[in-house]
């Protein structure tokens, strides 16, 4: 398969039911480069699906548009746009066999019976389903079908591919499986893509950059590293990872983006947090992983920002354990550390919580 | 196999036999009732149809083919057979095509009013088929609604016959049972995913060869089912036949109820009957034959 891809460009994207008030897609800007893979994050109705019709063509745009390749494509029909795309439940055509459901779309772009025949079979060897090619859909396993999905959608050589919640119909092992086959094939190929999840760990996992929408709006469109280590709000950090978040008072404004804050927990801090933020309505986010215990009696004298509290809850979850750990009527940490039998805790017991504040950020509250 | 497994295993071929005898217990009354109702009935009619017709009108018990080699040997018989089934594949084919897109669209609309549309769709059956048979007499007759608005405006001289023959009682038919055709493919509709139609856009497909490739294929179980329903609903009706034919539209239905009733001849009204039924199974056979294909 040749390498096919675009460019694309989502501006001021709209989109109003019929018979609601509030916008189910908000002013979307999204610029995905060639070969890039985005994923749309978010909980469910907050218009990631509804944007990834739009773009599919199979929902119109209230206004905005949505440019591939310098053109604006939201007066092209569905079936002109050479989109390959991949549906939550599959949607392989259940009359049709293996082979014939990948040749489809080739069929539709007039090759010729034996040329498509080829290609699918290519597609098929592809995703390593080759031997399957005259079982009929329902004879598949759920994974299986899933690849078929992606081999029908990638063998038209789409200009951009458009993923909707393709892995949340599988087990466990099987999705963390088909993420990387998914994002190897798409690396492989070039695709552009779109990704449509709700699961943060795979938007983490497999994309190049995360937009998180909430209320049809994108709270913030950047790398992993950067939505997970520097949310931009307070929900982007609730929504991606865990998080902690203390109350903060006498915000101070010091460069772009440091800030000097006071908290009730661990005082005076200076910490980095997001640029021209409200200093009224901020909050300081500490991932559980950046804060470390130490028992009371055997705590030493520490450089970093303390506060001591009890443990009321304890989670083991194989590799990590969980703590909570009360420091006062409003302030409950989680706290993970990988598991270590030397320093299990119990409930009751009194402990001491450290974290560097270079590790802490300041977000916006809304 | 181990002992305890062999000890589970034996427990729960026990188990089954008690659970197999619970489930016949259950289903008794109800075999019991079809028996009853129906099979015995039709053993009954079948019985009669090897009895022959006296000459003076008597009922003779006998073990015999006549009233059979009465019926398939007289050409006026196979007529009737013959109008049977074009009134049969005739009522079928046009309520199948007529009811398609109404119910693909009953399945389909997401209005409000969804509800209410299907019931209006099949609110006709709420009306005995005699006060409908009249009212397309109303319509279709000589002086009806039809022939006396054209003859008016003057694209007709003389009426033209749209009752009293089979071309008027498969109209009225057709509108008589399109009701069971719309219930019988909105259930058969309920599994085309939206999402196939969609997937066949991205993949290149216009409306129209969509609608070819994935959405008729997909229906056609459904529209087999209510093919099916029309077709013998069709064959068996009595009523319209009798009342827009006008007594000249002969088809089984009304034949055995002359044989019955006016010719008192019992024998070969069962042997129509049997006949009926034949032609009711090939149908059901060639369905199944359908059926299994499209879905398969």
Redesign the interface.
Known sequence: MSIHTAHLSIRNLQKTYPKTTAPAVDDVCLDVAEGELVALLGPSGCGKTTTLRMVAGLLDPSAGEIVVNGKDVVSTPVHKRRMGMVFQSYALFPHMNIAENVSFGLQMRRLSRAEAAKKADEALDMVQLGHLRDRRPAELSGGQQQRVALARALVIEPTLLLLDEPLSNLDAKLREAMRHEIRSIQQRLGTTTLFVTHDQDEALDMADRIAILNNGRIEQYAPPSEVYDRPATRFVANFVGKANFLDVENVEKLGNDTYRVKTNEFGVLEVRGVDGLDPTRASLVVRPHRLTTTRVDESVKSSRPASIGEVIATSYTGNVQSYEVRLNESAVLRVDQLTDTLRDLRMGDRVQLTFDPAEAYLVSDE | MTLTQMGSRKRTTGFRSRRRWELFGLLFPGLLGIFVGFVLPVFVMFRMSLNTHGTGGQLVESVSLGAYRDALTDPFYWEVIGNTLVLGLGCGAAATVLSYPLALFLVRTTSKWKGVLIALAIAPLLTSAVARTYGWIAILGDQGVINDSLMRIGVLDAPIQLSNNLLGTTIALVEILMPYAILAMISGFGRI?P??E??????????L??FV??TL??SLPGVFTGFLLVFVLAISSFVTPRLLGGGRVFILATEVYNEATQTLNWPLASALSVILLVVFGLMIAVYQRLIAK?EG
């Open positions: 995913s999402s196939l969609e997937a066949a856009g991205s993949l290149g497909a216009s409306k060869k969509t490739r994935i294929p997909l499209f």
